[in-house]
């Protein structure tokens, strides 16, 4: 017997259920997302929110068919205490990062509804493909329980694609924080080489297949001892199931001295002037990975003159 390739963090497990027109993700972060939470020190409700939020741009950008493809998740608030959550994904790469207030946020309790973080927030769920340079935008209210219902709605809005997704956050003492979720499509017809005469079956397919996926418990998919592919066997057994790994993901920001450069390069030379500090550097935070760069004002202007 050959081995069994199992697949535990840091990577989504893609499969299909060709005989229900299903395709799904499974995925996992740990390493990575202890990178990412690392450069912060969010309370508790934050972190959550932003490793759910995370765990869903990877399940939506391994959706992406085209490698070099970018999924931007863009929430902001409607007068809620976050202010602003903004998750990108492209080739494995993953960034993250949300504001706050911090006082407001002490008072929402540790459950708290999308309403309580947000008040009337929207989502904004933005595919870029490099290839073909299209972009894809569907913006939604930030309403129902969890984010991922929030992104269901883009699904059957903006895509006709009815969608099920589950997201799982939690701070485990010892390794840190740990989330999962499982992304299941209804795939459109032609995807499975299938014409439109049995999307009217199809749909108790869909519905099958969903009331399965609805058992999965939050614990299992934040269990580091229960691999995806367990995961999938235990929800689809009855099923043929094709399982393939999918890209490995990482923490990857794009931050660099010449991206800041060029962004200070907007700003008038006065205005630069007084941003500078003594040594005449302009001190740059990147938002994403917490790092410092300082970047030299007559740097800011070689780029200028370099454009
Ligand atoms: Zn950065």
Redesign the pocket.
Do not use: K, L
């Given at each position: 017997m050959s081995d069994i390739i199992e697949t535990w963090f840091d990577q989504p497990l893609l499969f299909t259920i060709a005989e229900r027109h299903v395709r799904g993700r499974l995925v996992r972060l740990g390493p990575t997302l202890q990178t990412i939470m690392g450069a912060h020190n969010y309370p508790p409700v934050a972190e959550k929110l932003l490793a759910e939020a995370l765990v869903l741009t990877v399940l939506l950008g391994s959706t992406l068919k085209d490698e070099n493809g970018q999924m931007t998740l863009q929430a902001q608030t409607g007068g809620g205490p976050i202010e602003l959550l903004v998750c990108d994904y492209r080739g494995g790469e993953l960034?993250g990062y949300l504001k706050f207030d911090a006082e407001r946020l002490a008072e929402v309790g540790s459950d708290p509804t999308l309403f309580a973080l947000f008040g009337e927030g929207f989502l904004a769920i933005t595919f870029d493909q490099a290839t073909t340079a299209e972009r894809y935008q569907g913006i939604v209210p930030l309403e129902g329980a969890s984010i991922g219902e929030a992104a269901e709605h883009y699904f059957e809005q903006s895509e006709q694609i009815p969608s099920l997704i589950k997201l799982a956050a939690r701070h485990d003492p010892e390794a840190g924080c740990l989330a999962g979720g499982l992304l299941l499509q209804h795939l459109p017809e032609g995807e499975v080489g299938r014409d439109r005469l049995h999307v009217r079956h199809d749909n108790t397919e869909w519905e099958h297949a969903k009331t399965i996926a609805a058992t999965l418990k939050d614990e299992e998919l934040t269990d580091p001892a229960t691999s995806l592919e367990t995961l999938a066997w235990r929800l689809f057994h009855e099923d043929e199931v094709r399982v393939e790994p999918g890209i490995g993901v990482s923490r990857g920001?794009?931050?660099s001295p010449g991206y800041f450069a060029g962004v200070l390069a907007q700003f008038p030379e006065a205005e630069r002037a007084d941003m500078a500090d003594e040594n005449g550097r302009i001190v740059v935070d990147?938002?994403?990975?917490?790092?410092f760069f300082p970047i030299p004002l007559d740097e800011i202007s070689a780029h200028n003159r370099a454009e």
């Open positions: 960034r920001c794009r931050c990147c938002a994403f990975c917490s790092r």
